[in-house]
């Protein structure tokens, strides 16, 4: 059996005795409290059969799962097209992938956040709902692009990887044969046809910006929500809520997670995990 990851040990010392329990595993700390406090409200007895870990990224979820098949992963969607879902979940059928960006996209829709907010937090905010929702929605726009961008540039290092890039013309045999090294350039840079690749983006922009596609929707599923969170969302509650003692993003995510309510995007999970 090959060596566990230090992740999946820790994982595997939660479940005492050893097959008490099982585990669903998450991306990271964050995701962890955010999931744990969705069991907590939509299931208070979780516990009772599951635990939640932490597996320190995506990439770790899935290896946990391809040696623990009784137990359960969740990972944000993040830049993955449908097929590439479809391929992964079918490989892994333990595999659940969220139905928004990331974990923080349940953190930046207005009308999601607004009730999170306490009544003497709202009444601070001058214009009320309205103007927050101006407020958070504002760079929309420009997030949208930013978020195209990224679904179409960072699967690039995991292709080219695949192709090969960098070991396969690092082999002392691969650098005796002019041939094999001019083969194996010309495939990478083909691969990074930078027409191609632009190409693409805009005709995922054209997509993403049509009228047809409501706001809600571009900011829960296109817009880096991890990102936006932290760039956008918590320096403007920062702004409206407090001016003058500013709190890291870390606050306003650990604040909002307390009041998170049950999101009924977790109900297939939930069955998967067979809670009552």
Same mark, same amino acid.
């Given at each position: ?6 992740? &999946?040990?820790? %994982? ?6 050893? *097959?008490?329990?099982?585990?669903? $595993? ?6 962890? $409290? ?26 770790? $979820?899935?290896? %946990?799962?391809?040696?623990? #098949?009784?137990?359960?992963?969740? $990972?944000?969607?993040? /830049? ?8 992964? =979940? ?5 595999? &659940? @992938? ?9 953190? !930046?829709?207005?009308?999601? @956040? ?15 709902? #309205?103007?927050?929702?101006?407020? !958070? ?6 997030? @949208?692009?930013?978020?195209? +961008? ?8 995991? *292709? ?12 002392? =045999? ?6 094999? !090294?001019?083969?194996?350039?010309? /495939? ?7 027409? =191609? ?26 817009? &880096? ?9 918590? @320096? ?10 500013? /709190?890291?993003?870390?606050?306003? +995510? ?6 998170? #309510?049950? &999101? ?13």
């Amino acid at each position: 059996m090959n060596q566990l990851s230090a992740p &999946h040990r820790k %994982i595997r010392s939660l479940i005492n005795p050893a *097959g008490s329990r099982r585990a669903l $595993v998450v991306e990271g700390d964050d995701d962890k $409290v955010f999931i744990e406090r969705q069991l907590d409200t939509a299931h208070p007895g979780w516990r009772a059969k599951w635990v939640v870990g932490s597996a320190t990224g995506k990439t770790r $979820v899935l290896d %946990i799962l391809d040696l623990e #098949p009784t137990w359960l992963g969740l $990972v944000d969607s993040d /830049e993955w097209d449908s097929s590439t879902i479809t391929q992964l =979940t079918t490989q892994l059928p333990s595999l &659940h @992938v969220l139905p928004r960006y990331c974990m923080e996209s349940y953190f !930046i829709l207005p009308r999601e @956040v607004w009730p999170l907010l306490t009544t003497s937090e709202q009444a601070k905010i001058s214009g009320g709902y #309205p103007a927050f929702v101006s407020a !958070i929605m504002a760079p929309l726009a420009s997030w @949208v692009r930013h978020g195209v +961008l990224w679904q179409v540039v960072n699967p690039l290092w995991a *292709g080219l990887k695949a192709k090969g890039f960098k070991d396969a013309l690092l082999d002392i =045999t691969a650098a005796q044969s002019d041939q094999t !090294i001019q083969a194996k350039l010309q /495939e990478w840079d083909a691969y990074l046809d930078s027409t =191609t690749i632009f190409n693409d983006f805009q005709a995922r922009l054209a997509n993403a910006i049509r009228p047809t596609l409501p706001d809600e929707q571009k900011l829960a599923t296109l817009v &880096h929500g991890k990102s936006f969170f932290r760039a956008h969302v918590s @320096v403007t509650l920062n702004q409206l809520l407090k001016p003058l003692n500013a /709190e890291p993003a870390e606050y306003w +995510l650990t604040e909002l997670t307390k009041n998170s #309510p049950a &999101h009924s995007d977790f109900a297939p999970l939930w069955a998967d995990m067979q809670l009552p």
